[in-house]
């Protein structure tokens, strides 16, 4: 099973990142606009679609308040297993560290799937940096 870990350090307060985290049915608003195009919340699932036209289900496996960290699973094609993590660590002087780690198969993704979350990490910093607390 491969595993892809990304990490960024984003010029800005735990708790603001962690609230756009957070909202889960809102990321397409909030956290990585334009990479993240459409997000529709369905139950305990979201449907994204990507910029790059790919769609997916991703089931909504936990939100944690206490440790700023969301867990995910995709769903279906091209995965035959896929689950991910997203947690922000305050690095002090309104810094934080976002640590995201993906684990899936088949390993053929691995290059694929890399590239994106450096992608959705690059739109995140951008989005975050330019954020205030509350906004949506």
Known sequence: MATVQKELEIGQTRSVIWDAVRDVG???RRLVPGFVVE?????DSRLLKFANGMSIRELIVSV???????????????FTHHNASLQVFAQGDGRS?????????????????????????????????GASPGKR
């Open 64 to 78: 944690d308040d206490r440790t700023f960290r969301h867990a995910w699973s995709a769903r279906g094609e091209p």
């Open 26 to 28: 809102a990321i397409h």
């Open 97 to 129: 560290r976002v640590v995201w780690i993906a684990d899936l198969l088949p390993d053929s993704l691995v290059d694929k799937v890399g590239e994106m979350m450096s992608q959705g990490l690059s739109v995140m910093k951008k989005t975050l940096e």
């Open 39 to 43: 997000c529709t919340l369905e139950g």
